[in-house]
């Protein structure tokens, strides 16, 4: 039972109370507006180099060892893409780059990169190569390897991909079978 007294504290509290609902309303919906897609272009369509260099660009931000990283491209397609698909093809680039600088052991200055891409059958084939360290094992390597080609053969990876370590294939496989197709 609220007493005279209380009154006031009571009233506060409610005031407060519809405050509070008011301001989670708020940002919940500021939230919400970050999943909502428009069909608006934020870039127009452009050539596969573009997402290369816009990855070399934010890997060489994001790892200061790497910032004088240096890749070879050998683009043979002029094909024009969607702006639609830039992100999820910076994506790829980026998991395979990261890719190639976490198991390399290499300086940056010893690191060579070679980016392929080739239009085939109206398809494009991408080739990322790189050296490593001699004191990489290549049987270790394999091994892993193949756990990753297993788990990509498999239907339900979902959990494996919100891991950090040893999922970069099967982000990009997930990028590539269902967000580009979800879009196509």
């Not at 999922?167 to 496989?173: A, H």
């Amino acid at each position: 039972m609220i007493q005279r007294k209380d009154l006031p504290l009571y009233t506060e509290l409610v005031r407060n109370l519809t405050n509070c609902k008011t301001d989670v309303r708020n940002e919940l919906d500021k939230i919400a507006s970050w999943f909502k897609r428009t069909n608006n272009k934020s870039i127009n369509d452009f050539t596969i180099q573009l997402p290369i260099d816009s990855t070399l660009t934010t890997i060489k931000r994001i790892y200061k060892d790497y910032s004088n990283l240096n890749l070879t491209t050998n683009i043979k397609s002029d094909k024009k893409i969607e702006g639609e698909f830039f992100q999820h093809f910076c994506y790829i680039f980026q998991n395979l780059i990261h890719n190639v600088l976490e198991h390399a052991n290499l300086a940056s200055t010893d690191l060579k990169i070679l980016v392929e891409v080739e239009e085939r059958e109206d398809k494009l084939m991408i080739s990322i190569e790189n050296n490593f360290s001699n004191d990489i094992n290549i049987s270790e390597l394999n091994d892993k390897i193949s756990n990753i080609i297993t788990a990509l053969d498999k239907e339900k990876n979902s959990d494996l991909i919100r891991n950090e370590s040893g999922t970069g294939y099967i982000k990009i496989n997930k990028t590539l079978y269902h967000d580009l197709r979800r879009i196509l």
